[in-house]
């Protein structure tokens, strides 16, 4: 079964990058057929689809942030890292990674998450 721990600073001032890791076991970012994925949480509002990367290495983002997101790889650690630049306070969320066989979430028969990490944008 795949496990998936995000990673990162809890608190971000506005202006800079935030940049969240997620570390995978039970599963191989290369060779299993899911999209890895992150979504995160608002205060006080639904969650928010941010963006995935394939087994290939193709990215896909929202197109609300897409201006300001990236997501990369390191193969060698079995990790994904989503980079949100020139963040402000209403990127402040609790961010999850996860895995699923859809794009998008929930997608059948079932994604994995993380347990999430609150990121926080204040001075």
């Given at each position: 079964q795949?496990?998936?721990r995000e990673s990162g600073?809890?608190?971000?001032?506005p202006s800079q990058t935030l940049s969240l890791t997620c570390t995978v076991s039970g599963?191989?970012?290369?060779?299993?057929h899911y999209y890895w994925k992150w979504i995160r949480r608002p205060p006080g509002k639904g969650q928010e689809w941010v963006g995935a990367m394939d087994s290939s290495g193709s990215t896909y983002y929202s197109p609300s942030l897409k201006?300001?997101?990236s997501i990369s790889r390191d193969t060698s650690k079995n990790q994904f890292t989503l980079q949100l630049r020139s963040v402000t306070p209403e990127d402040t969320a609790v961010y999850y990674c996860g895995a699923g066989h859809g794009l998008?979430?929930?997608?059948?028969?079932?994604?994995?998450?993380?347990q999430g990490t609150q990121v926080t944008v204040s001075s």
């Open positions: 795949v496990q998936l600073p809890g608190l971000v001032k599963g191989s970012i290369t060779t299993d201006s300001r997101t998008g979430f929930p997608s059948p028969p079932r994604d994995y998450w993380g």
